[in-house]
């Protein structure tokens, strides 16, 4: 099974802080990867995918990057609605594997 | 606009079991591939279960192998999971996914496997 591992678990930034958050896969999954946000209480929303493709109606703050085993997702000026919790899909290869999440909290 | 709708959760006693099913709606549903995640209380995201468009390819996460089913109707739009002898572990926010890249979820049903 592949392995995908989220750094950090947790941050605490600023708004207008730039965030970066890294997932490692344990081996190479091409551009297999996508990113979702979930906030307390609510569905998952998928922000990436393809490791670097923005889902529509997802500002343009958000990007990602990365091709086989490490892959960044990036904010470039953090907002007050991007608190919340981030994880990283890889879709290689089966089982589905998550990474474990990064809580991007306020400082 | 897509729509993924759950039902079927609620408390069950270890051992016990229980069908979830998925309503989708606004897309072409015999031609989606579609997933199960779940989330336990307080914890991350973790992929249960995938089903082909046809129904013939299916995979299913170790930890519920052999004790959890994924089936679906594309005559009525349905996605299932029947799940047997149900743990204390298998408590969990259950959500319907669809796509290969996992783009639309439903809003999820709970389960609790609880004594």
């Known amino acids: 099974d592949i392995q995908m591992t989220q750094s950090p678990s947790a941050m605490s930034a600023s708004v207008g802080d730039r965030v970066t958050i890294t997932c490692r896969a344990s081996q190479g999954i091409s551009n297999y990867l996508a990113w979702f946000q979930q906030k307390p209480g609510k569905v998952p929303k998928r922000l990436i995918y393809?490791?670097?493709s923005l889902q529509s109606g997802v500002p343009s703050r958000f990007s990602g990057s990365g091709s086989g085993t490490e892959f960044t997702l990036t904010i470039s000026s953090l907002q007050p609605e991007d608190f919340a919790t981030y994880y990283c899909l890889q879709q290689n290869s089966y089982p589905r594997t998550f990474g474990q999440g990064t809580k991007v909290e306020i400082k | 606009e897509v729509q993924l709708v759950e039902s079927g959760g609620g408390s069950v006693q270890p051992g016990g079991s229980l069908r979830l099913s998925c309503a989708g709606s606004?897309?072409?549903?015999?031609?989606?591939?579609m997933n199960w995640v779940r989330q336990a209380p307080g914890k991350g995201l973790e992929w249960v279960s995938y089903?082909?468009?046809?129904?013939?390819?299916?995979y299913y996460a170790d930890s519920v192998k052999g004790r959890f089913t994924i089936s679906r109707d594309n005559a009525k739009n349905s996605l299932n999971l029947q799940m047997n002898s149900l743990r204390a572990e298998d408590t969990a926010i259950y959500y319907c996914?669809?796509?290969?890249?996992?783009?639309?979820w439903g809003q999820g049903t709970q389960v609790t496997v609880s004594s």
């Open positions: 393809a490791a670097s």
């Open positions: 606004g897309f072409a549903f015999s031609s989606s591939e």
């Open positions: 089903i082909g468009s046809s129904g013939t390819t299916i």
């Open positions: 996914v669809r796509g290969a890249w996992f783009g639309d």
